[in-house]
């Protein structure tokens, strides 16, 4: 009796914590987080637009001691590049008649919708980022979430007024259909803890090679088809060796994007 | 003023954990800002002084995350209802040096336990609401290591401008007298 008398307020406190958990409505119909996002969400860009500049400047520092050598690399590789521009037109050819081959959608067809990246997941696992950009400008849940060279990062996942959350495709929780381009062999792909991605439930028959090219299959909505998710790394079995296992390797660093763009849908 | 202060500052720590630290930490080593402050403010103001300024807190941490609201919230005045039990780190507020380690400690113990108690809460919340969506999952790898240490770095600050608020603006505007 004496321990009730004494934690009344903390008693009390903690039982309305537990009404509000079972009382409240969850995800992006809560009214408590779509306002509270709405009105933090212009501080929000502003702190990740000033604290991305500092960043920069940071790095900039850092590196001056290199520069030197980076600009010798740099030469080197300009060479390295043009040699490889003329080989690339030849691959741009046989890259249209692959895209028809394999019924592609093109870049240029996709209804984007440009965001800005103005913040991470509290705890940051690194697995989910909040976009500037949500249902008043056509977004909906479950949509491709794309960076600038088309690589495919994420899927919107709650969406508010102004604000969207985007599960990136490292989340753990995150679940893609995919495609190896070379051998047409599909599997699911998945975060590991927000570390990277691995492409899991390959038929064993299937034929996975590291440095092969993965795509979103298309399969179960969402995501078009064809978007470039990153190349095949290390190969192996599933814990029950019914279905091969194969890590992912891609272009995107997740921690620093900057600006994405959500796919509305195709033209 | 301090109740002005301390909302500015609560907003500040908000705008740091979403949108700040997430540029300059890897993913899985951002500290746990929220912990840190509930802890500072057990610290300074004890539990009754506190709890509404935790809850306002806590429901900006809620509002980001994809976790229920509230569960958050609770983890954090679960935090400050312990740390207010803990009357031998107030005893230790004279020995300078010793005080600044347990600050950090406290921070870390607050993060570790934080992370503990949401995955509690959730996993509970998920066998209720049968959401096999709702998941917490802290993985104990050197990333959570990095985190910790961070924010019991975080803490000492967090701490430091927290008791700010009490001894910047009270004697500046208390009675003549007792200043």
């Known amino acids: 009796m004496n321990?009730?008398?004494?934690?009344?307020?903390?008693?009390?406190?903690?039982?309305?914590?537990?009404?509000?958990?079972?009382?409240?409505?969850?995800?992006?119909?809560?009214?408590?987080?779509?306002?509270?996002?709405?009105?933090?969400?212009?501080?929000?860009?502003?702190?990740?637009?000033?604290?991305?500049?500092?960043?920069?400047?940071?790095?900039?520092?850092?590196?001056?001691?290199?520069?030197?050598?980076?600009n010798e690399n740099l030469l080197k590789e300009n060479q390295s590049l043009e040699a490889q521009i003329a080989k690339l037109k030849d691959t741009e050819k046989e890259n249209e008649l692959l895209r028809k081959e394999l019924d592609l959608v093109p870049r240029k067809e996709y209804d984007l919708e440009s965001g800005f990246v103005i913040g991470q997941d509290a705890l940051g696992s690194g697995s989910v980022i909040f976009i500037d950009k949500g249902s008043n400008d056509g977004i909906k849940e479950g949509m491709a979430v794309i960076v600038s060279n088309g690589v495919l990062v994420g899927k919107t996942g709650e969406v508010y007024a102004d604000t969207s959350k985007v599960n990136l495709i490292i989340d753990k929780e995150s679940a893609v259909n995919g495609e190896i381009l070379e051998s047409g062999a599909k599997g699911i792909m998945k975060g590991t803890y927000g570390l990277g991605i691995t492409m899991d439930m390959i038929g064993q028959t299937e034929v996975?090679?590291?440095?092969?090219?993965?795509?979103?299959?298309?399969?179960?909505?969402?995501?078009?088809?064809?978007?470039?998710?990153?190349?095949?790394?290390?190969?192996?079995?599933?814990?029950?060796?019914?279905?091969?296992?194969?890590?992912?390797?891609?272009?995107?660093?997740?921690?620093?994007?900057?600006?994405?763009?959500?796919?509305?849908?195709?033209? | 003023m301090r109740k002005f202060y301390l909302f500015i500052f609560i907003l500040v720590v908000f705008f740091l954990q979403y949108s700040v630290l997430g540029v300059f930490f890897r993913d899985g080593r951002i500290p746990n800002l929220f912990a840190a402050l509930a802890a500072?403010?057990?610290?300074?103001?004890?539990?009754?002084?506190?709890?509404?300024?935790?809850?306002?807190?806590?429901?900006?941490l809620d509002a980001g995350s994809s976790w229920p609201v509230g569960t958050g919230t609770l983890a954090l005045v679960l935090i400050l209802w312990l740390v207010d039990?803990?009357?031998?780190?107030?005893?230790?507020?004279?020995?300078?040096?010793?005080?600044?380690?347990?600050?950090?400690?406290?921070?870390?113990?607050?993060?570790?336990?934080?992370?503990?108690?949401?995955?509690?809460?959730?996993?509970?919340?998920?066998?209720?609401?049968?959401?096999?969506?709702?998941?917490f999952s802290p993985t104990l790898k050197a990333g959570y290591f990095w985190k910790l240490a961070y924010s019991a770095l975080a803490g000492m600050g967090i701490y430091h401008f927290s008791r700010y608020s009490r001894n910047r603006f009270s004697p500046v505007f208390a009675p003549r007298k007792n200043r």
Request: no cysteine; aromatic share 14%; hydrophobic share 50%.
């Open chain 1, 3 to 70: 321990f009730f008398s004494k934690n009344a307020k903390f008693i009390l406190t903690v039982l309305l914590l537990i009404a509000v958990i079972f009382v409240a409505t969850r995800g992006a119909d809560n009214p408590v987080k779509g306002m509270i996002l709405k009105i933090t969400n212009p501080f929000l860009k502003t702190f990740r637009i000033f604290s991305g500049g500092m960043r920069g400047a940071f790095e900039f520092l850092g590196s001056i001691g290199d520069l030197k050598t980076e």
């Open chain 2, 40 to 60: 500072s403010l057990g610290l300074i103001f004890g539990f009754k002084k506190s709890v509404g300024w935790v809850v306002f807190a806590g429901f900006l």
């Open chain 2, 85 to 135: 039990k803990l009357k031998v780190f107030a005893e230790l507020r004279s020995k300078r040096n010793i005080f600044i380690f347990f600050v950090a400690l406290l921070a870390l113990a607050s993060t570790f336990f934080f992370d503990a108690l949401l995955k509690l809460e959730i996993g509970a919340a998920g066998y209720v609401f049968k959401d096999a969506a709702i998941v």
């Open chain 1, 208 to 267: 996975v090679k590291e440095g092969d090219t993965v795509i979103a299959s298309g399969l179960g909505g969402g995501v078009p088809r064809g978007l470039f998710v990153g190349k095949i790394g290390q190969v192996g079995q599933s814990e029950d060796k019914l279905f091969q296992r194969a890590t992912v390797f891609s272009s995107v660093d997740f921690s620093s994007l900057r600006i994405v763009f959500v796919i509305k849908n195709s033209k």
